[in-house]
């Protein structure tokens, strides 16, 4: 969507700060112990508590409250039986809906003790992060937010998974534009305009290029031995730096 008046943009800020606040207090929830079943029911108590509508089970049918992937998981994973576990790298993805406006985040973790490999590799998918929303202002090419997470993932010895992409939201949870990916494309002639809603979502992986459903059908594995990070931010695109709608509270 396009921010066109006041309400919108009030309606993107409200809604980016709730699943902000759900996604930094799942990921501090974390523990050894704790099943992502258990985890997820926090965020959905969060939600309903906050006002709010989980955005892939409105949209999707998804068989969660969010989207939470550990270890081998790249993405889409399903809260369940499985239990965390020390060391383990554990993914929140957190999008919901309030008031017709969409909002999505994400963010990586790794539980003690954490690896150096792992440190690292949720080091660069954040940098990755920040140098991406550093190319995002009106008229700028979309492939250049694709050019500056490959050159972060390239200098930490990473790799990006090209299946997995940023994209539009606002009114609903995946709009225009579509396939904002983490890597550069130098065929995408598209350019950003002044209020689109987009999410910026690096994954960077140690080993996985592509990834691919498992029998759940959702969630996303490449190479069983490989790890990945995501964080994501959704941002209003405007003539300067963009506005970051899913900050962390302690960082507003």
Known sequence: MTIENQRDLDGI??????????????????APGMTTAELDEMGGQM???????SAPMKCYDFPGFTCISVNEEAAHGV????????????NVDVSAERDGYFADTGGTTVVAPVADEKATLCRATEL??????GQVRAGAPINMIGKAIEDVAKSHRLKTI????????????HE?????????????????????VIAV???????????????????????PASRSAQFEHTVIVTDGAPIIATRSLQAA
Do not use: C
Not at 16 to 26: F, L, Q, T
Not at 162 to 173: I, M, P
Not at 202 to 213: G, Q
């Open 79 to 90: 809260p369940g039986a499985r239990v965390i576990g020390e060391g383990d790298i554990v």
């Open 176 to 196: 225009d534009p579509e396939a904002i990916v983490g890597f550069y494309d130098r065929k995408d002639r598209r350019r950003l305009e002044y209020g689109q």
């Open 47 to 53: 939600l309903s508590r906050l006002g709010a509508t």
């Open 128 to 133: 990755a992060l920040e140098r991406a929303l």
């Open 13 to 30: 800020l409200a809604i980016g700060r709730i699943v902000a606040e759900i996604r930094d207090a799942m990921l501090a929830a974390a």
């Open 162 to 173: 090209k299946n997995l992409a940023g994209h539009g939201l606002g009114r609903s949870l």
């Open 201 to 223: 979502e690096p994954f960077l992986s140690t080993r996985s290029t592509f990834v691919s459903e498992t029998d759940d059908g959702w969630t996303l594995v490449g190479d």
